[in-house]
C-alpha cells in the first residue's frame, strides 16, 4: 500500500512564525503535491513537485514556498504564519504520467493565532 | 481554465438506498480524467473512482458507479446500497496532464451522511 505521511495532524503557530509542513512518501512516485482545504472552497493546489529539485506553482502559492532535496520528502513552508493561512493542509503523491492517480496523506490542520 | 461544480453542499441517504452525487465541470480540453475522492470524517482521501475522458463506458466499482456524459460535462456518482461507512465528504475532480505533472482540480465537495 502507499504510504503519505504527514509529520503533524495538528499544529499551533502565532503570526508570523515560520512554518514547515513535512510530507513523506515512500512508494518511489516522481510527484508530490501540496494542497489546502477550506470549507466551501475544497482543495486547492499550493504548489507541486514533479522530480528532486524541480517545483512548479500551483493556483494560490502566494504566501508560500516548498523545498524537495530527497524524492520521498516534499515540505510546505510559511515564511510568515498569518491568521488567513489556518487552514488543513494535504500532501499527496502520485507516479509520473497523464493519469496517474493521488495518493493522499491524512492532513495537517494548522491553527494560525 | 477548468472548473468542477458539486452544487449539492450536503445530501442525506438512508441505509440500503441509492444516492446519486452531481458534478459538472467546465474544460476546453479533449483528453482528461474524471476522479470521485471520499474523504471520510477524520481520515485520509481515497480514490472511490476514476473515468477517462476518451472511453465512452461509465466506469463501475462494485457499489459504485458514474453516469459520464461527456457532452454535457457531467460526471455523477451512484452509490447503491448506501452503508454507514459511505458517510464522507465526496470530491469530484478533473486531472489534466501539463507535461510535467497531472494536476487536479477539485469541486467544493457534497457532504454524504447515511442513516439507519
Known amino acids: 500500500d502507499v504510504k503519505v505521511t504527514q509529520s503533524s495532524r495538528y499544529l499551533v503557530k502565532r503570526t508570523g512564525e515560520k512554518v514547515f509542513l513535512e510530507c513523506v512518501q515512500d512508494m518511489d512516485h516522481e510527484n508530490m503535491f501540496w494542497y489546502r482545504q477550506d470549507p466551501g472552497l475544497g482543495l486547492r493546489l499550493i504548489y507541486f513537485s514533479y522530480d528532486v529539485k524541480m517545483k512548479e506553482k500551483g493556483d494560490i502559492p502566494e504566501g508560500y514556498s516548498v523545498s524537495r532535496e530527497k524524492k520521498e520528502r516534499f515540505s510546505l513552508i510559511l515564511e510568515s504564519a498569518s491568521t488567513n493561512q489556518t487552514s488543513m493542509y494535504l500532501c499527496?503523491?502520485?507516479?509520473?504520467?497523464?493519469?496517474?492517480?493521488?495518493?493522499f496523506g491524512a492532513g495537517t490542520r494548522l491553527s494560525v493565532l | 481554465a477548468q472548473t468542477v461544480t458539486q452544487s449539492q453542499p450536503e445530501m442525506s441517504v438512508q441505509e440500503a438506498e441509492t444516492v446519486t452525487l452531481s458534478c459538472t465541470y467546465d474544460?476546453?480540453?479533449?483528453?482528461?480524467?474524471l476522479f470521485w475522492y471520499k474523504q471520510p470524517p477524520s481520515r485520509q482521501m481515497i480514490l472511490v473512482i476514476r473515468q477517462e475522458a476518451y472511453k465512452q463506458q461509465n466506469a463501475t466499482e462494485n457499489r459504485f458507479s458514474v453516469n459520464f456524459q461527456k457532452a454535457a460535462k457531467s460526471f455523477s456518482l451512484k452509490i447503491s446500497d448506501s452503508q454507514l461507512g459511505d458517510t464522507a465528504m465526496y470530491f469530484c475532480a478533473f486531472m489534466i496532464y501539463t507535461g510535467t505533472a497531472s494536476k487536479l482540480t477539485f469541486g467544493t465537495g457534497t457532504r454524504l451522511q447515511v442513516t439507519l
Open positions: 474544460t476546453s480540453e479533449n483528453n482528461y480524467y
Open positions: 499527496a503523491s502520485s507516479q509520473a504520467g497523464a493519469k496517474n492517480i493521488q495518493y
